[in-house]
């Protein structure tokens, strides 16, 4: 027997109480746990997330990438914005092996106090000392950095004896998985792997409403393996 609880959903506030017999919102209690979910994933409102449920057909992963896929286009449209204000946070881990000092920017002082921003600063310490990432984007790569790669990748192949007509495929394929180990906006979230770390950051933006750029960081580590 399908048990149907209706609730009311406050646009406003995302809050949820018992249903009244105005024009309210209402949804069974399969739906609010997934709206939490979302919420949980995505930092967005719950009409949001349950607009997305029902474009979806209920289905929870549909929505999600819409979710991600309209915070990517809201971020993308936001990057020329000047991003000026900004946070630099300190960390240090494994009792005082690692060091990690990182910038991060956004358009005023006031979104660089709130606990949204300053959140996902800390984040990026964190993801920055735990994935020992080296450059914040793909266009930070030395192009003699991808060529020393691709060199080494085509010698190995060939010397594995791959056909020379692989040699291309397997030589981009080394790059891509030197782009996602390297880059941080590649790397997945140490906190969900089911998402990157520009997926976050395309989060970020669209709860505060601003462009964020991560502007550079610096990582130390005493004798690091090598």
Known sequence: ??????????????????????????AMKPMLEMIKLLRNETGVGVMDCRKALEESEMDYDRALAALREKAALKAAKQADRQAL?????LYSH??????????????????????????FVHEMALQIAAAAPLYVREADIPQAVLDEEAGAAAD?????????RLIERIVEGALEK????????????????EM????????????????ILIRRFVRWEICPET
């Open 196 to 211: 990157t770390v520009a997926q976050l950051l395309n989060q970020a933006v669209q709860q505060t409403g601003e462009n």
């Open 156 to 164: 190995k192949a060939r010397q594995a004896g791959k056909p020379e």
């Open 1 to 26: 027997m399908l048990l149907i609880t209706y609730v009311h959903i406050n646009p406003d506030t995302g809050k949820v109480g018992p249903a009244s017999s105005g024009p309210e919102v209402i």
């Open 178 to 193: 030197y782009r996602d180990r390297h880059v941080l906006l590649r790397q997945p979230y140490i906190r969900n792997e």
């Open 85 to 89: 204000e900004g946070r630099i946070e």
């Open 94 to 119: 494994s009792n005082g092996r690692i060091g990690i000092m990182v910038e991060v920017n956004t358009e005023t002082e006031f979104a660089s106090r709130s606990e949204i921003f300053r959140h």
